[in-house]
């Protein structure tokens, strides 16, 4: 037990009035003269000689008369008849006795003989305690003190405008303060039977508008704006009181909104963005009006390219990503140095900074906008990481800092929505000559990486179509994928039906371009209907590159050996299959064997795949021999290979698992076979080139239609990340004395160009 000190007089004891807050809690106000020195100290309440324990608060005012004021909150003693004793410097400065007349502790009461801003005090310190007690929130009694409080400040509340619904039972709603009320500190709303924090701040508009009265803006559910119900608005520099009428019939979505206000502030939407993100953490409608919001009503895009200014700049790319990262890129003319850096924000409060533009490249179009001379390397990309936000942000504002301290106001477009169209544009954002290692491992690669991920993740199980019945017991699979070049299929299949040997092998085609499917299940049911070959078609749910395809495509198969062959590989002649299983069957240890691929003008595209550095010593995979002649002597010999192209690659069932299975972390296609390859020689499995079987191979038609590929990075992108796994594995390889050394002729690598000649 603490004993307090205590008078043995109470000629100096303020009395004290109190009124119950609820059960829990007591408002106590007493009167002390102004020349008391004690009433601004640290007070201590007890009852029956033992402190009240936390929570208690207190305020004192100056009164009009010139003494003090003093409030307090505190717990209600256990025992209602004990009386409760107010310390101050180890002296009991007032008294609250029990059965103290309570009914003078009205509003009037309380805000009797004081100023306005002391008023407002008052209001303030009670809002405040109320909302961080929530004990104290659903008492009806504190209710009806604080509504009459707020009511004796403003007799007569503006109402606030209801615009839209948002996100379920989620409503915006509109007002206006005046521009000297200083920032929001808090957000009340008082009920008949409770009060509470409203479940968003507000929104306050930064600039004066409409009569010098500043937008105040407000998201909060549904119940709580009821009529009746009041809006207790806490500042800094006072207290503003609003009511809820009764809702419109017919309200517009937010969305419709603000379509419709296309002139909006950054700030409320971002606003209205970041707590709708959280709300929706709980909340699938909000999470849905998040989505909605940045896809149907963006921001209208934001640049400054004028060649009469001296400076200017746009974002023409900025893709945030779940994992908190950012991708950028754009242009910045600034032949002066009037730039200092850029500012990224996203609509739920993150922000980047980028101190220094280092990743730089030329923009013809920017060259010629500003008439520019010789190399403008206005152009850059860059990466920002960052820490993962509520939601998936679609798009972001940008500041380009001046060095004088302005900022020029930039928005880009939204990111695409699709994770496939968000990763092409990353790799489309730069010319491939550009595309250094260092850049593809700091800037392409953090974004690539995630988006190609996130994509495949998207992956639904394919759709199965069957012609005819099929093999319960396959001697081989033959997986063919398939990504829009579909003219080569008349001759391949025509190939196969005229060749005995691949009776017993069963066709599997994987369609990768879904938009295709009614065209290519006509193609084959008619092929079906001519030939009677037996075939199964794989449908992918969108196009998830050359190894997700293939591993669709085995996952279905039922064949203990398997034949990843391309589109555009025809049979030179029959019994083709045979040549390859026989090779691959003839001595245990042999993991994969591949043919003798032929151009269409009879040159050798391929005899056997090996690895070599260019001048500036990257990797790249070449094809032994590639362009000489077809009779060429040292293509004729069968021998162990590096590796081989998986435009024709047999392998068994038990290799392929060992190794894996086709690595879907490349994107599109390209390198996969070698990185294959690479895996089953780290299984201890060898690779044979098998010269007796000769196809001809109409080279990457398919890939070639592929816009994603074609014009951005993906091959320079899928060669860095071939070279950082196998760095070492290719340089051990190619220090190996082979059986047959390329030949001293120039040699074109599979990612360069190819030699063309006629269609077959």
Known sequence: MTVLAVLPTSASIAPAQGLALGRRFLLVSWNVDGSADDATGPITPSADAELIRPPFTTLSLRTD???????AILRAPRDPL?????????????????????????????????????????????????????????????????????????????????????????????????????????VVVVAPGAVGPAPFDACVGSDAVRRGRATLDLLIDRALCAPGNLLVVL??????????????????????????????????????????????????????????????????????????????????????????????????????????????????GGERRLDRFAHRFPREDVAKLYGTTGIDRSGFVAWLPGAPEGAAALQVTAELQLVSGGAIRLVPPPRPRAQADARAAVLGSLPPRFATRELLERVIAPAVAPLHAAHLASRAAPELVVFGDRLSKPAVSVIIPLYRTLEFLRFQLASFATDPAMAGAELIFVLDSPEQRDEVV????????????????????????????????????????????????????AGWLTGLVAALDAQPGIGAVGPKLLFDDDSLQHAGL??????????????????????????????????????????????????????????????????????????????RYVPSVELYHLERRSIGRHQGYTRGVASEYNRWLHSIRWDGRMAALMAQAWEAAPATVSQTPVTGRKRQGKNR
């Open 65 to 71: 008369w010139g003494g003090r004021r003093v409030l």
């Open 82 to 186: 004990a009386p409760v004793h107010f310390v101050a410097q180890n002296r009991v400065i007032a008294e609250l006795r029990a059965g103290s007349g309570t009914a003078e502790l009205d509003p009037a009461g309380l805000l009797g003989g004081l100023d306005a801003v002391a008023r407002l005090r008052v209001v303030r310190f009670l809002f405040d305690f109320a909302c961080s007690t929530p004990a104290l929130r659903g008492d009806a009694g504190f209710a009806a003190l604080c509504r009459r409080l707020v009511l004796e400040l403003s007799p007569a509340p503006s109402p606030m405008a209801i615009r839209a619904t948002a996100g379920g039972d989620l409503l915006l709603c509109s007002g206006a303060l005046s521009p000297r009320f200083g920032d929001v500190t808090g």
């Open 610 to 687: 090996y690895f070599e550095r260019d001048l500036q010593g990257h990797w790249y995979n070449h094809h032994y021999y590639k362009g000489l002649p077809r009779d060429f002597g040292p293509a004729g010999l069968p021998r162990a290979v590096p590796g081989v192209t998986g435009a024709c690659l047999l392998t068994t069932r038990a290799a392929y698992e060992t190794a894996g299975g086709f690595c879907e972390d490349y994107v599109i296609g390209d390198f996969e076979d070698s990185d294959l390859c690479l895996r089953i020689r780290d299984a201890g499995l060898d690779i």
């Open 235 to 348: 500042g800094v520099n006072g207290v503003a009181c609003r009511r809820f009428p009764a809702p419109p019939a017919l309200l517009p979505t937010l969305t419709e909104h603000l379509a419709v206000q296309r002139d909006a502030a950054p700030a409320l939407r971002h606003y209205l963005l970041r707590s709708l993100a959280q709300r929706g953490r709980a909340d699938a409608s909000a999470a849905s009006a998040v989505d909605e919001v940045q896809a149907l009503a963006p921001l209208p895009r934001r640049q400054v390219a004028d060649a009469k200014r001296p400076i200017g700049a746009a974002l023409d790319l900025a893709i945030p990503l779940a994992d908190g990262g950012l991708f950028l890129a754009g242009w910045v003319h600034d032949p002066h140095g009037l730039a200092g850096g850029l500012v990224v924000k996203t609509p739920f």
């Open 522 to 573: 006509h193609l084959l049911r008619g092929f079906h209907g001519l030939y009677g070959l037996p075939m199964v078609l794989l449908v992918q749910s969108a196009n998830f590159g050359y190894s997700a395809a293939n591993n669709a495509g085995v996952a279905d198969a039922r064949a203990s050996r398997l034949l990843f062959l391309n589109s555009d590989v025809i049979p030179d002649r």
